[in-house]
């Protein structure tokens, strides 16, 4: 697609749920990034995808979240066992390997009750 | 200490004002930075790098000084339409292009 697609828009879910969030990326991006930004926070850095492969996990604030990239292209974002300090936005980036010009989705505001 | 750091702001300035952003970041290594915008419950969008011989785009200027670790931003003859929150943003000395961004500052430009 032309832009960074990302699904649901809008996620409200109950305390002790999983869910699921979804990136579409630019195409021929082969870079993913995956921040979430908490209400009046900056952006927080969650996981980088070369590919299909994660070589910086480094963000994912606990073993509740995990991240898949398939074909290169599509990425889900897994939380389990949601908690209510997991409300934020989850926001999803692209960009071509080498090149620092992210682009960034319109992101899932994720509320956790 | 924070890796990037902004005053929160907010900056109120009348329309035709002069403007300016302070950020500074902790790793001395760092490479690359940029400023961001993002308008309310919006996404983050790329408004310019920063280079080191400071860099212009027409009404904005940016400015890198590697001795002090800080970066800055100025607005000149500020529209309405630049209200938003400014993001500083480095990239580590890392390679997978990984970018930390700042908290923000908050610009509100008044009629």
């Known amino acids: 697609g032309a832009g960074v697609s990302q699904s649901p828009s809008n996620k409200v879910t109950e305390k002790g749920k999983d869910v699921e969030l979804r990136c579409d990326p630019i195409s021929g991006h082969t870079a993913l990034y995956w921040y979430r930004q908490s209400l009046g926070q900056g952006l927080e850095f969650l996981i980088y995808?070369?590919?299909?492969?994660?070589?910086?996990k480094s963000g994912l604030p606990s073993d509740r979240f995990s991240a898949e990239r398939t074909g290169g292209s599509v990425s889900t974002l897994t939380i389990q066992r949601t908690q209510q300090e997991d409300s934020a936005v989850y926001l999803c980036?692209?960009?071509?390997?080498?090149?620092?010009?992210?682009?960034f989705g319109s992101g899932t505001r994720l509320t956790v009750v | 200490r924070k890796e990037v750091e902004q005053d929160p702001g907010p900056f109120n300035v009348p329309e035709g004002a002069t403007v300016a952003f302070n950020c500074t970041y902790s790793?001395?290594?760092?490479?690359?930075f940029f400023w961001y915008r993002q308008d309310c419950r919006k996404e983050p969008k790329l408004l310019m790098s920063?280079?080191?011989s400071g860099n212009e785009d027409g009404r904005f200027t940016a400015q890198l000084n590697r001795a002090s670790q800080y970066i800055s931003l100025l607005i000149r003859d500020s529209k309405l339409s630049d209200s938003a929150t400014y993001l500083c943003v480095v990239k580590g000395s890392s390679n997978t292009g990984k970018l930390i961004f700042g908290q923000g500052t908050t610009l509100q430009v008044k009629p």
């Open positions: 920063v280079y080191s």
């Open positions: 790793n001395s290594a760092s490479q690359s």
């Open positions: 980036a692209s960009s071509l390997e080498g090149t620092f010009g992210y682009t």
């Open positions: 995808f070369q590919g299909n492969s994660a070589p910086d």
